[in-house]
């Protein structure tokens, strides 16, 4: 019974970890520990920690708490795990299948430092050729974003809130964009930075945190809501602190 | 840059975006397909009324209509497309000139410039989570996974309900359940 258990929450902390709705990890744990003999299944789930508690065979009342630490975004593992636990009401998966899925599930490698670049790249240039800027803007928005994305695996390892990461990150994006207007790289210095800027800014979190609320997730939303307006105002602080830096060596000129 | 072009930018933009969330194989083209239709949906309307948040609401709406429809098809769930389609109008340019107003000093306008954005943001919410409503009136795939949902099942009788008895009787009739569906 434990290990339902324990499979149950570990299915709801990978949906979390990777981003998940926190509806969707709530049914998630559910329907993994109903389908393993669980009754009375609740789970009470925000992006920091999920709470699991079911009655067992045993007749007694079974429950954990999974602390989750960091989030990123993982789309596959979330519809994987969406997928695990379909199978497991349909009955087409049993337990020992099942564990053995969501470790792969877990241990799912992530991007390749190269392709994380390249995605980045990509992203940050065809974003600035949207906002109206030109193949050569478009370029140095995907240097920087290349700068950029590589932030937050940095700054994880060191245990770096993500609060540092985008302060930081933004700061130093929106610099080599600065850099390069100054060189005569970039003509219009605003889509670069807008694209290098798209690939910090929590947009995605806004409206998940607005939509966990409208799902009735008052907590889980609210928790969202505050993360996203802290990354918006460490993105803000550090790209404002950039460009406060360059009018004080430009003599007053701003890009 | 022609505009013509805007939503394929858009949609090579949200593949990349996408590749980064770590989406795989068909599912890349499929959500670029969606962040143009996402651009383009929202194009004649910005030019129209003027009114970002409308457009986006709009945008949003359709994103949302059409992620249900591609998740039924590929069985995944829709917040998947939806996550990455909706990439190209989140309002990271808002954001940028929100800050650019506040360092010219230009307080008023940096907070108009803001509460625009944060408006477009909220009409994008809201724009998903009604035709994520719309969709889940209509679909028949969502109701017959409503009905078989596990939330639902009535594994413990209403008479006794705390008692030990009931609880593992209603247990083994849960379990026996789905060993039956099992074979």
Redesign the interface.
């Known amino acids: 019974m434990d290990d339902a258990l324990l499979l149950a929450a570990d299915a709801a902390r990978v949906m979390l970890e990777s981003g998940g709705e926190t509806y969707r990890a709530e049914d998630v744990a559910v329907a993994v520990a109903s389908s393993l003999g669980g009754a009375e299944a609740e789970c009470y789930a925000t992006p920091t920690g999920v709470t699991l508690s079911f009655v067992g065979i045993d007749g007694r009342v079974h429950s954990i708490i999974k602390r989750i630490k960091r989030r990123a975004m993982h789309l596959e593992r979330i519809a994987l795990v969406d997928k695990l636990a379909r199978d497991l009401v349909a009955g087409e998966k049993d337990f020992e299948s099942a564990s053995t899925e969501l470790d792969r599930i877990e241990r799912l490698p992530g991007l390749k430092v190269a392709y994380s670049c390249a995605a980045a790249a990509i992203g940050a240039g065809f974003f600035t050729l949207l906002f109206h800027g030109m193949w050569n803007d478009a370029l140095v928005a995907a240097a920087a974003g290349i700068v950029v994305s590589r932030f937050p695996p940095v700054m994880a390892r060191r245990q770096m809130p993500d609060f540092f990461t985008n302060l930081f990150a933004a700061a130093v994006g929106a610099f080599l964009c600065l850099g390069g207007k100054e060189l005569g790289l970039v003509a219009n210095a605003d889509a670069a930075v807008i694209g290098m800027l798209m690939l910090l800014v929590p947009g995605v979190a806004v409206t998940n945190a607005i939509r966990d609320t409208i799902a009735g997730d008052l907590v889980a939303g609210v928790a969202r809501g505050a993360d996203a307006l802290l990354a918006a105002v460490a993105i803000s602080v550090g790209a404002g602190a950039t460009y406060q830096l360059w009018r004080l060596l430009s003599g007053g000129a701003l890009p | ?1 022609t505009q013509w ?2 939503p394929l ?2 949609g ?2 949200t ?10 194989g068909k ?1 890349l083209p499929i959500v670029a397909l969606g962040g143009a239709l996402g ?1 383009a949906v929202s194009m004649p309307i910005l030019a129209a009324t003027e009114s970002q948040a409308f457009a986006y609401l709009v945008a949003s709406m359709v994103i949302g209509i059409w992620a249900e429809v591609v998740a039924a098809v590929r ?3 829709a ?2 497309y939806i ?2 389609a ?8 808002g ?6 107003e ?3 000093g230009n307080n008023w306008n940096g907070l108009a410039t803001g509460l625009a954005t944060l408006l477009a ?2 009409s ?3 724009g ?2 009604v035709s994520s409503a719309v969709s889940r009136l209509i679909s028949l795939r969502s109701i017959a996974r409503r009905l ?4 639902r ?1 009535p ?2 009788e209403n008479k006794g309900k705390y008692s ?1 008895q009931s ?2 009787r ?3 009739k ?2 026996s359940a ?2 039956e ?2 074979h």
């Open positions: 840059m072009l805007e930018w858009a090579l933009g593949a990349g975006f996408a590749f980064l969330f770590n989406l795989r599912d651009w069985r995944r769930p917040s998947v996550i990455c909706i990439i190209p109008l989140v309002p990271g340019a954001m940028y000139y929100t800050m650019l506040y360092v010219r943001a909220g994008i919410a809201v998903l989570a078989s949902s596990p939330r099942k594994t413990i030990q609880i593992r209603g247990d083994k849960n379990l789905s060993q569906s099992r």
